[in-house]
């Protein structure tokens, strides 16, 4: 999730996707993404179990702002949100 292009950077991992995105969009979530705004879903991914869903998280977090900006940009150039696609 981000709040413009460019800007703050969300990563998390949910069981529904839909649900959680609606959440923060709504201020249903406190704290880091209510406090910077960060309600636009500009990039996800879809696993099969929630142990491969928080062990790419883990990986996704690990990694450099640079390689979270060109995994966004790879897959949503425009920086696009993606909720209504979802």
Not at 21 to 28: A, F, L, Q, T, V
Not at 41 to 52: A, C, P, Q, R
Request: positive net charge.
């Amino acid at each position: 999730m981000a709040n413009k292009k460019n800007g703050t950077i969300y990563t998390g991992v949910t069981g529904n996707l839909q649900r959680r995105i609606w959440e923060h969009k709504n201020g249903k979530i406190n704290g880091f993404t209510d406090k910077y705004a960060v309600h636009k879903l500009v990039y996800f991914e879809i696993f099969d179990t929630i142990v491969s869903a928080i062990e790419r998280e883990k990986q996704i977090k690990a990694g450099s702002r640079k390689k979270k900006l060109l995994l966004i940009e790879k897959e949503n150039p425009e920086w696009r949100d993606l909720y209504d696609e979802i």
